[in-house]
């Protein structure tokens, strides 16, 4: 037999493996034999005697695999299903947990066909391995051992999470130990791949062939590093290597332990070398050499790199096949993406693929749903509509098809198409609901899609009353679970002299009524002011007690008519929400869930942010509103004076959702009335807008200037998300040398941004700090905010200017002090050691910044000398079109990521 075993030995308490080898088996082995090469291993890396039959051949249970010495190995293999590994131990009866073992190094020991006679050691040698043995000699190198050990678990564990700043120092160690020394330096290799550091990739690359030329996974890194800085010979020259150290090393392997895709991937990158360097005729052949082999069609490089081939040949039927075969095997992969975008916005491609995958089968819904995703992900926009158009024409009562096309549209600013969209779909599916099984329960009637069309008509006037929504929670630190009443009330009720003193949350609890404020000032009072807490109308306190696991096309249902809500609050349609929410509210109460928890967070998510900006407009007579008698107009299409004036002079609020809370506000700027109109980029962060970028949110922002008219005042908010996922994030990935980089080359991005928007749109501009929100980055925050303000500030142009409001957000409960009557430096200690909070009235939903904060946007637009003004017209109202012309910043960047 040709076979070679895995043998894990583990140090004498047996908890941690202490080093793992191969052995090559010969046909006549028996279990005595390697029991005898075990031992005098073990003696050689441990510096201890083992008697040959002192250990135990056992399998990954820990039961021993043979009680006799002399049972042929091959035998106790076979028995094993398989398995070809095993573990040693230096005591009996000891478990083991099976580890991944490195590949046979050159210290393999050939296990002889007779077992050999240890000798027995001189007493001097005996003296030197008592010696040892003692306490103070071994235990030393036993704790450097069990270090080596925790360091090589520790770098698994951090290159699968990518933590590649922690694993740097852990590869290090081992390389300095000379222990799993090509492990180590193949995951420095990949860290380099990753950080774009192709230099160093190679060069840990190659000390890795150096530690163990069998390894063909080194070869392979060094060749992806090769391809990337474009040596594409020497790409070529060594995976032609690799691909014969794998063979090599697969002709003493058994065949379900080889890793076939391994070699597949090798040559696949060395035909793609092969055709960048323009042998194009030879790198053909070689990915056609592989056609024979039974695994191709599962191996999605080789799949990707001949569709890419075939496409670029405009072999279209052959490169569809091989592009559609990719997309089954459902890995997530870039190229399949970017291949995906090169077919499908070619005009043949697209063609060709509807002929081999007709449109004729509500079946077929489900993959042009998958394509529209994965085309909107590099910003093809407009194809990613056609596919979903297919989809839902094909399956036109999935919600979901309708909840991703509407996306889509967002991204494009095409919310009147929304609109319509929606129309269409709860007209056609009047009858669609939740729990219509249970025809008994009211809900399946009162929530119907029926309902929610009626809740988009123009809703009836309703001589003197007017609509009030209040939004209840049972503490300030759980928004997730308030509810949102909304009620008719009269219009001269005391609710519409309520002023900005007036808290927006009634709590459910009334202890929280009684805890101390944490900000110092004592205005703010917490109650309803149209009545006591016990004459709200709790949708989550109906009679009947019944609550429903939602199922998938529920929860894809009540996520469209969350959007529907974002939409037009988007549009400004104000005046229409009271109803939708009414109706929303009735199912979120009947989920056995909380739905923030479910798939469709996001929605919920943007839903409950608004409910509660509608809640504080309904109680609070914001600056530049005559009372809340405003609150829920339809801002843009008002005949009343003060909304008319105001949107002459619009301000543009753009940014992630912290845009939201200052939207459909009146701003008295310079005393004159000025309309806050939120322009929404879904998810978008400053390292999105670099010029490289092809992801979406770049293209929303785009698409989102476009639509925002030449030379108007526009509010940049953006920066958050930056702060809360992204920085930290890439700073564990090794991506820069520290924090403070991480945030001035982040930064950097966004200012190009603003440069090129002035030349490019005329722009005035002004920009927002990062709304220091969350308890959990807001040291961060402030940090980030110290940085952006002086990148700002060195700008020294007067049509980009820094809001310098940050610090009036925020204060220190133990002093008393707001931020902003603290020097720098004191701000930063007190940031850095937990102390700063959010003040209490600027707290909205544990997320944004409540609509009250707009009193310091006020003041410090007012500070700030007079812009020319350039009043929008009548006409203009609103920019709201979406037919502008694209938005071209400068041409480099006008030219990357666009469709």
């Known amino acids: 037999m040709s076979k070679k075993v895995y043998v894990h030995v583990e140090i004498k308490d047996g908890t941690v493996p202490i080093t793992t080898f191969g052995v090559p088996v010969a046909s006549d082995s028996t279990v005595a034999s390697l029991q005898d090469s075990v031992a005098k291993h073990l003696g050689k890396v441990n510096n201890q005697s083992f008697e040959p039959r002192s250990v135990v051949l056992s399998n990954e249970h820990g039961k021993a695999v043979a009680k006799s010495g002399t049972v042929s190995l091959a035998d106790v293999i076979e028995d094993q299903e398989g398995a070809v590994d095993f573990f040693i131990f230096s005591k009996p009866n000891l478990v083991a947990k099976s580890v991944n073992a490195p590949s046979p190094s050159s210290s393999s020991t050939k296990v002889a066909s007779e077992s050999t006679e240890t000798k027995k050691p001189t007493p001097a040698a005996k003296d030197e391995v008592s010696a040892k043995s003692t306490p103070t000699a071994a235990a030393p190198a036993q704790s450097l051992k069990a270090e080596v050990l925790e360091a090589h678990r520790k770098l698994e564990e951090n290159m699968k999470k990518k933590l590649y700043q922690k694993c740097k120092p852990l590869a290090e160690l081992l390389i300095q130990q000379n222990t799993d020394a090509s492990f180590a330096h193949n995951s420095l290799a990949l860290i380099g791949l990753e950080t774009k550091d192709f230099d160093q990739s190679i060069r840990h690359a190659k000390n890795a062939v150096q530690a163990d030329r069998t390894n063909p996974n080194s070869y392979y890194i060094m060749g992806k590093a090769f391809v990337q800085k474009g040596q594409f010979e020497d790409a070529v020259d060594i995976l032609d290597k690799g691909v014969k150290v794998w063979k090599a090393r697969s002709a003493v392997t058994a065949p379900k332990d080889r890793n076939e895709h391994l070699c597949l991937d090798m040559i696949s990158l060395q035909a793609e070398a092969m055709f960048a360097d323009g042998d194009h005729n030879e790198a053909a052949n070689l990915l056609n050499s592989l056609m024979g082999n039974p695994h191709c069609d599962r191996n999605v490089n080789v799949l990707v790199t001949y569709a890419s081939f075939a496409f670029q040949y405009r072999k279209l039927e052959e490169a569809v096949v091989a592009f559609l075969k990719s997309i089954a095997l459902k890995q997530p992969d870039p190229r399949i993406t970017k291949l995906a975008v090169d077919i499908l916005t070619s005009r043949e491609g697209f063609q060709e693929f509807m002929r081999q995958f007709p449109p004729n089968m509500p079946e077929s819904a489900e993959v042009y749903a998958f394509l529209g995703t994965l085309v909107k992900e590099m910003s093809a926009m407009d194809t990613s509509v056609v596919l979903y158009q297919i989809a839902t024409r094909l399956q036109p009562e999935n919600p979901s098809y309708i909840l991703n096309l509407v996306h889509v549209l967002e991204v494009k600013q095409s919310l009147d198409e929304s609109l319509d969209l929606l129309r269409s779909f709860y007209t056609k599916n009047a009858s669609m609901g939740f729990r219509q099984q249970q025809s008994s329960n009211?809900?399946?009637?009162?929530?119907?899609?029926?309902?929610?069309?009626?809740?988009?008509?123009?809703?009836?006037?309703?001589?003197?009353?007017?609509?009030?929504?209040?939004?209840?929670?049972?503490?300030?630190?759980?928004?997730?679970?308030?509810?949102?009443?909304?009620?008719?009330?009269?219009?001269?009720?005391?609710?519409?002299?309520?002023?900005?003193?007036?808290?927006t949350v009634v709590a459910a609890n009334d202890e929280d009524d009684d805890a101390p404020s944490s900000d110092a000032e004592t205005s703010l009072s917490r109650g309803n002011s149209s009545g006591s807490l016990a004459a709200l109308n709790n949708p989550f306190d109906d009679p009947d007690h019944h609550m429903y696991p939602f199922v998938t096309r529920e929860l894809d249902l009540i996520a469209l008519y969350a959007t529907t809500v974002k939409v037009f609050y988007l549009k400004g349609l104000l005046s229409h929400l009271p109803t939708m929410i009414t109706l929303i509210e009735r199912i979120r109460a009947k989920?056995?869930?909380?739905?923030?928890?479910?798939?469709?967070?996001?929605?919920?998510?943007?839903?409950?942010?608004?409910?509660?900006?509608?809640?504080?407009?309904?109680?609070?007579?914001?600056?530049?509103?005559?009372?809340?008698?405003?609150?829920?107009?339809?801002?843009?299409?008002?005949?009343?004076?003060?909304?008319?004036?105001?949107?002459?002079?619009?301000?543009?609020?753009?940014?992630?959702?912290?845009?939201?809370?200052?939207?459909?506000?009146?701003?008295?700027?310079?005393?004159?009335?000025?309309?806050?109109?939120?322009?929404?980029?879904?998810?978008v962060k400053h390292w999105h807008l670099r010029p490289e970028s092809k992801f979406y949110p770049k293209e929303n922002f785009l698409q989102t200037i476009a639509s925002i008219p030449l030379g108007s005042e526009v509010i940049f908010v953006l920066g958050e998300i930056d702060c809360r996922e992204g920085l930290l994030t890439a700073l564990e990935r090794g991506l820069y040398p520290s924090l403070e980089e991480a945030m001035k080359q982040t930064i950097g991005i966004f200012v190009k941004m603003v440069k090129d928007l002035k030349r490019s749109r005329k722009f005035r501009m002004y920009i927002h700090p990062v709304p220091p929100v969350l308890n959990e980055t807001r040291a961060l925050v402030m940090m980030y905010n110290d940085f952006y303000r002086q990148a700002i500030q060195d700008l020294q142009d007067a049509s980009i200017v820094w809001l310098d409001f940050v610090g009036d957000l925020v204060m220190d409960p133990s002093t008393v002090r707001l931020g902003s009557q603290m020097t720098d430096a004191e701000l930063t200690a007190v940031a850095s050691a937990g102390r700063l909070t959010l003040r209490e009235k600027y707290r909205h939903d544990g997320t944004h910044l409540s609509p009250l904060y707009l009193e310091l946007l006020e003041a410090n637009l007012n500070r700030l000398p007079p812009a020319p003004m350039v009043a929008a017209g009548a006409g203009s109202a609103p920019a709201a079109s979406t037919t502008a012309a694209k938005a071209t910043p400068s041409s480099s960047s006008s030219s990357s990521g666009r469709k």
């Open 442 to 503: 009211a809900i399946a009637m009162d929530t119907t899609c029926a309902r929610m069309l009626e809740a988009m008509q123009p809703p009836s006037s309703s001589s003197g009353r007017r609509c009030q929504i209040t939004w209840v929670v049972e503490s300030p630190a759980n928004h997730h679970r308030g509810f949102a009443q909304v009620e008719q009330v009269p219009v001269d009720s005391d609710a519409n002299t309520a002023t900005a003193n007036t808290t």
């Open 591 to 683: 989920s056995q869930v909380a739905l923030h928890e479910t798939l469709v967070r996001n929605e919920l998510a943007y839903y409950q942010d608004i409910v509660q900006i509608l809640s504080v407009r309904s109680h609070v007579a914001l600056y530049g509103l005559p009372d809340v008698s405003f609150a829920l107009n339809d801002p843009l299409k008002s005949n009343k004076p003060e909304w008319v004036q105001a949107r002459q002079r619009p301000l543009y609020l753009c940014g992630d959702s912290h845009c939201l809370s200052g939207g459909w506000s009146i701003l008295d700027v310079h005393s004159l009335p000025r309309l806050v109109i939120p322009k929404l980029v879904t998810g």
